[in-house]
Protein backbone atom coordinates (compact mmCIF):
# COMPACT_ATOMS: atom_id res chain seq x y z
CA UNK A 1 0.00 0.00 0.00
CA UNK A 2 1.07 3.24 -0.96
CA UNK A 3 1.25 6.59 0.86
CA UNK A 4 0.98 9.86 -0.97
CA UNK A 5 0.84 12.97 1.10
CA UNK A 6 1.13 15.05 -2.22
CA UNK A 7 -1.16 16.07 -5.29
CA UNK A 8 1.79 15.48 -7.51
CA UNK A 9 2.19 11.76 -6.02
CA UNK A 10 -1.33 11.41 -6.16
CA UNK A 11 -1.45 12.11 -9.66
CA UNK A 12 1.16 9.91 -11.06
CA UNK A 13 -0.19 6.83 -8.92
CA UNK A 14 -3.72 7.08 -10.22
CA UNK A 15 -2.36 8.04 -14.03
CA UNK A 16 0.00 4.41 -13.73
CA UNK A 17 -3.04 2.78 -12.68
CA UNK A 18 -5.43 4.16 -15.52
CA UNK A 19 -2.59 3.58 -18.00
CA UNK A 20 -2.66 -0.50 -16.62
CA UNK A 21 -6.60 -0.08 -17.41
CA UNK A 22 -7.49 -0.41 -14.01
CA UNK A 23 -10.80 1.50 -12.69
CA UNK A 24 -9.97 3.46 -10.23
CA UNK A 25 -12.71 4.33 -6.89
CA UNK A 26 -12.46 6.88 -4.46
CA UNK A 27 -13.10 6.72 -0.73
CA UNK A 28 -13.18 10.09 0.51
CA UNK A 29 -12.41 10.80 4.43
CA UNK A 30 -11.62 12.72 7.34
CA UNK A 31 -10.28 9.86 9.18
CA UNK A 32 -10.65 8.12 12.41
CA UNK A 33 -12.33 5.23 10.71
CA UNK A 34 -14.99 2.68 12.20
CA UNK A 35 -16.88 0.19 10.21
CA UNK A 36 -18.91 2.19 8.48
CA UNK A 37 -15.95 3.68 6.02
CA UNK A 38 -14.94 0.20 5.72
CA UNK A 39 -17.74 -0.75 4.36
CA UNK A 40 -17.70 1.91 1.87
CA UNK A 41 -13.49 0.34 1.00
CA UNK A 42 -15.03 -2.78 0.70
CA UNK A 43 -17.70 -2.05 -1.97
CA UNK A 44 -14.95 0.29 -3.55
CA UNK A 45 -12.83 -3.15 -3.80
CA UNK A 46 -15.51 -5.12 -5.43
CA UNK A 47 -16.29 -2.23 -8.12
CA UNK A 48 -12.61 -1.08 -8.57
CA UNK A 49 -9.28 -2.09 -9.77
CA UNK A 50 -7.45 0.43 -7.92
CA UNK A 51 -8.98 2.22 -4.89
CA UNK A 52 -7.60 5.15 -2.66
CA UNK A 53 -8.83 6.74 0.11
CA UNK A 54 -8.11 9.88 1.07
CA UNK A 55 -7.77 11.10 4.88
CA UNK A 56 -8.19 14.99 5.45
CA UNK A 57 -9.60 17.04 7.79
CA UNK A 58 -11.03 19.47 6.03
CA UNK A 59 -10.96 23.14 7.62
CA UNK A 60 -12.88 24.50 5.30
CA UNK A 61 -16.67 23.03 6.77
CA UNK A 62 -16.34 23.63 9.97
CA UNK A 63 -17.71 26.77 11.45
CA UNK A 64 -15.09 29.11 13.65
CA UNK A 65 -16.88 27.38 17.19
CA UNK A 66 -17.34 23.81 15.51
CA UNK A 67 -14.97 21.19 16.67
CA UNK A 68 -11.75 20.91 14.14
CA UNK A 69 -9.41 21.46 16.41
CA UNK A 70 -10.93 18.50 18.32
CA UNK A 71 -12.07 16.07 15.55
CA UNK A 72 -10.55 12.68 16.26
CA UNK A 73 -7.23 12.15 14.40
CA UNK A 74 -5.49 8.76 14.30
CA UNK A 75 -3.59 8.29 11.15
CA UNK A 76 -1.59 5.08 12.55
CA UNK A 77 -4.41 3.18 13.39
CA UNK A 78 -6.25 4.48 10.05
CA UNK A 79 -3.35 2.95 8.27
CA UNK A 80 -3.33 -0.48 9.37
CA UNK A 81 -7.19 -0.72 9.34
CA UNK A 82 -6.58 0.36 5.15
CA UNK A 83 -3.73 -1.80 4.72
CA UNK A 84 -5.82 -5.05 6.00
CA UNK A 85 -8.54 -3.93 3.52
CA UNK A 86 -6.32 -4.36 0.50
CA UNK A 87 -6.45 -0.64 -0.17
CA UNK A 88 -3.69 0.26 -3.10
CA UNK A 89 -3.03 4.28 -2.11
CA UNK A 90 -3.57 6.66 1.08
CA UNK A 91 -3.71 10.36 0.16
CA UNK A 92 -3.37 12.18 2.91
CA UNK A 93 -2.39 16.00 2.47
CA UNK A 94 -1.34 18.54 4.84
CA UNK A 95 -3.49 21.70 4.79
CA UNK A 96 -1.06 23.45 2.64
CA UNK A 97 -1.09 21.28 0.22
CA UNK A 98 -4.72 21.00 -0.34
CA UNK A 99 -5.18 24.72 -0.18
CA UNK A 100 -1.85 26.71 -1.00
CA UNK A 101 -1.45 30.05 0.36
CA UNK A 102 -3.29 32.44 -1.49
CA UNK A 103 -5.88 30.18 -2.45
CA UNK A 104 -9.57 31.79 -3.45
CA UNK A 105 -11.40 29.22 -5.33
CA UNK A 106 -14.43 27.97 -3.67
CA UNK A 107 -17.51 26.00 -4.89
CA UNK A 108 -20.89 27.31 -3.89
CA UNK A 109 -24.38 25.65 -4.53
CA UNK A 110 -26.83 28.20 -4.91
CA UNK A 111 -29.94 27.66 -2.70
CA UNK A 112 -29.06 23.77 -1.92
CA UNK A 113 -26.07 24.79 0.13
CA UNK A 114 -28.60 26.36 2.01
CA UNK A 115 -30.67 23.67 3.22
CA UNK A 116 -30.56 21.05 6.04
CA UNK A 117 -26.86 21.28 7.76
CA UNK A 118 -26.38 24.28 5.60
CA UNK A 119 -28.76 26.20 7.13
CA UNK A 120 -27.37 25.38 10.74
CA UNK A 121 -23.85 25.55 9.32
CA UNK A 122 -23.39 28.47 7.20
CA UNK A 123 -20.78 27.69 4.88
CA UNK A 124 -20.16 23.88 5.81
CA UNK A 125 -21.61 22.15 2.02
CA UNK A 126 -19.04 25.39 0.01
CA UNK A 127 -16.03 23.51 2.37
CA UNK A 128 -17.55 20.04 0.91
CA UNK A 129 -18.18 20.76 -2.64
CA UNK A 130 -14.80 22.62 -2.63
CA UNK A 131 -12.85 19.92 -0.88
CA UNK A 132 -14.57 17.04 -3.14
CA UNK A 133 -13.71 18.63 -6.18
CA UNK A 134 -10.64 18.90 -6.03
CA UNK A 135 -9.99 15.57 -4.61
CA UNK A 136 -11.97 14.41 -7.83
CA UNK A 137 -9.24 16.34 -9.97
CA UNK A 138 -5.95 14.99 -8.10
CA UNK A 139 -7.21 11.14 -8.02
CA UNK A 140 -9.09 11.28 -11.07
CA UNK A 141 -11.88 8.77 -10.10
CA UNK A 142 -13.88 6.45 -12.33
CA UNK A 143 -16.20 5.77 -9.34
CA UNK A 144 -16.22 7.61 -5.92
CA UNK A 145 -18.54 5.56 -2.73
CA UNK A 146 -20.26 7.65 0.11
CA UNK A 147 -22.54 6.63 2.93
CA UNK A 148 -25.70 7.64 3.37
CA UNK A 149 -25.60 8.96 6.25
CA UNK A 150 -24.33 12.18 5.50
CA UNK A 151 -27.24 12.02 2.89
CA UNK A 152 -27.48 16.25 2.02
CA UNK A 153 -23.82 15.73 1.45
CA UNK A 154 -24.43 13.41 -1.12
CA UNK A 155 -26.98 15.66 -2.92
CA UNK A 156 -24.69 18.44 -3.06
CA UNK A 157 -22.25 15.99 -4.50
CA UNK A 158 -24.40 14.85 -7.12
CA UNK A 159 -25.58 17.96 -8.14
CA UNK A 160 -21.84 19.35 -8.44
CA UNK A 161 -21.39 15.83 -10.58
CA UNK A 162 -24.42 16.52 -12.82
CA UNK A 163 -23.95 20.46 -13.25
CA UNK A 164 -20.24 20.17 -14.03
CA UNK A 165 -20.70 17.46 -16.30
CA UNK A 166 -18.01 15.52 -14.20
CA UNK A 167 -17.76 11.88 -15.74
CA UNK A 168 -17.47 10.08 -11.97
CA UNK A 169 -20.47 7.48 -11.00
CA UNK A 170 -21.85 8.09 -7.33
CA UNK A 171 -22.31 5.23 -5.53
CA UNK A 172 -24.17 5.91 -2.08
CA UNK A 173 -23.84 2.71 0.56
CA UNK A 174 -26.71 2.00 3.93
CA UNK A 175 -25.96 3.68 6.28
CA UNK A 176 -24.27 0.90 9.09
CA UNK A 177 -25.37 0.61 12.79
CA UNK A 178 -24.59 -0.46 16.19
CA UNK A 179 -26.74 -3.48 17.38
CA UNK A 180 -28.99 -1.19 19.06
CA UNK A 181 -29.37 0.96 16.05
CA UNK A 182 -27.14 4.21 16.96
CA UNK A 183 -25.61 5.26 13.15
CA UNK A 184 -21.78 5.05 13.34
CA UNK A 185 -19.82 8.18 13.20
CA UNK A 186 -16.31 9.48 14.04
CA UNK A 187 -18.09 12.09 16.49
CA UNK A 188 -19.56 9.05 18.89
CA UNK A 189 -16.45 9.15 20.10
CA UNK A 190 -16.91 12.08 22.21
CA UNK A 191 -20.78 10.72 23.77
CA UNK A 192 -20.05 9.21 27.46
CA UNK A 193 -22.08 6.35 27.84
CA UNK A 194 -24.86 8.39 29.55
CA UNK A 195 -24.98 10.38 26.56
CA UNK A 196 -24.47 7.28 23.96
CA UNK A 197 -27.80 5.93 25.41
CA UNK A 198 -29.26 9.26 24.90
CA UNK A 199 -28.70 9.36 21.30
CA UNK A 200 -30.34 6.11 20.47
CA UNK A 201 -33.51 8.92 20.53
CA UNK A 202 -31.99 10.06 16.93
CA UNK A 203 -32.85 6.51 15.27
CA UNK A 204 -35.95 5.42 16.98
CA UNK A 205 -37.27 9.12 16.21
CA UNK A 206 -36.75 7.45 12.35
CA UNK A 207 -38.29 4.42 12.82
CA UNK A 208 -41.13 5.70 14.33
CA UNK A 209 -41.48 8.02 11.39
CA UNK A 210 -40.74 4.94 8.69
CA UNK A 211 -43.11 2.53 10.72
CA UNK A 212 -45.77 5.47 10.31
CA UNK A 213 -45.48 5.59 6.70
CA UNK A 214 -45.80 1.95 6.50
CA UNK A 215 -49.17 2.04 7.86
CA UNK A 216 -50.60 4.32 5.31
CA UNK A 217 -49.44 7.70 6.66
CA UNK A 218 -48.62 10.21 3.51
CA UNK A 219 -48.57 13.79 5.64
CA UNK A 220 -45.10 15.24 6.33
CA UNK A 221 -46.52 17.59 8.83
CA UNK A 222 -48.34 14.03 10.68
CA UNK A 223 -44.83 11.92 9.87
CA UNK A 224 -42.60 14.75 11.50
CA UNK A 225 -44.77 15.18 14.67
CA UNK A 226 -44.22 11.86 15.67
CA UNK A 227 -40.77 11.90 15.05
CA UNK A 228 -40.22 14.62 16.83
CA UNK A 229 -42.50 13.40 19.94
CA UNK A 230 -39.82 10.75 20.18
CA UNK A 231 -37.24 12.95 20.20
CA UNK A 232 -38.72 15.16 23.13
CA UNK A 233 -38.48 11.66 25.28
CA UNK A 234 -34.95 13.08 25.63
CA UNK A 235 -35.33 16.65 26.43
CA UNK A 236 -31.48 16.41 27.24
CA UNK A 237 -31.05 16.26 23.34
CA UNK A 238 -31.29 19.39 21.69
CA UNK A 239 -32.81 18.95 18.36
CA UNK A 240 -31.12 21.55 15.63
CA UNK A 241 -33.71 20.13 12.91
CA UNK A 242 -36.16 17.33 11.65
CA UNK A 243 -37.40 17.54 8.01
CA UNK A 244 -38.85 15.32 5.53
CA UNK A 245 -37.47 16.29 2.24
CA UNK A 246 -37.14 15.17 -1.28
CA UNK A 247 -33.63 13.63 -1.35
CA UNK A 248 -31.85 15.90 -4.91
CA UNK A 249 -33.39 18.96 -3.61
CA UNK A 250 -33.17 18.94 -0.06
CA UNK A 251 -36.87 20.72 -0.44
CA UNK A 252 -39.42 19.98 2.33
CA UNK A 253 -42.45 17.75 0.69
CA UNK A 254 -45.77 17.87 1.95
CA UNK A 255 -46.51 14.62 1.13
CA UNK A 256 -44.12 11.59 1.21
CA UNK A 257 -43.74 9.08 -1.01
CA UNK A 258 -41.62 5.68 -1.78
CA UNK A 259 -37.93 7.47 -1.65
CA UNK A 260 -38.19 10.26 0.61
CA UNK A 261 -35.68 11.61 3.17
CA UNK A 262 -36.77 11.95 6.83
CA UNK A 263 -32.98 13.62 8.23
CA UNK A 264 -32.45 14.65 11.68
CA UNK A 265 -29.49 16.71 13.01
CA UNK A 266 -29.47 16.91 17.09
CA UNK A 267 -26.82 17.84 19.99
CA UNK A 268 -26.07 15.20 22.80
CA UNK A 269 -24.18 17.33 25.32
CA UNK A 270 -22.15 19.19 22.45
CA UNK A 271 -21.52 16.69 20.10
CA UNK A 272 -23.54 17.26 16.91
CA UNK A 273 -24.79 14.19 15.31
CA UNK A 274 -26.85 13.59 12.14
CA UNK A 275 -29.12 10.52 10.95
CA UNK A 276 -31.95 10.06 8.61
CA UNK A 277 -33.71 7.19 6.97
CA UNK A 278 -35.29 6.90 3.33
CA UNK A 279 -39.12 6.33 3.59
CA UNK A 280 -39.76 2.43 2.92
CA UNK A 281 -36.05 1.67 2.66
CA UNK A 282 -35.93 -1.82 4.68
CA UNK A 283 -33.95 -0.22 7.28
CA UNK A 284 -35.88 0.07 10.67
CA UNK A 285 -38.44 -1.75 8.82
Do not use: W
Amino acid sequence: MQISATIEDTHASSRTARRAGQTIGLVPTMGALHAGHLALVRRAKAESGYVVVSIFVNPLQFGPSEDFSKYPRAFETDRALLEREGVDLIFAPTEAEMYPKGAVTLVNLDRLSERLDGKSRPGHFRGVATVVLKLFHIVDPDVAFFGQKDAAQVAIIRRMVRDLNLPIEIVVCPIVREPDGLALSSRNAYLEPRQRRQALVLSRALRRAQQLFLLGERRGERLGDAARQVLAEEPSVQLDYLSIVDPDSLEPVDDAAPGTLVAVAAYVGNTRLIDNVILAAPEFR
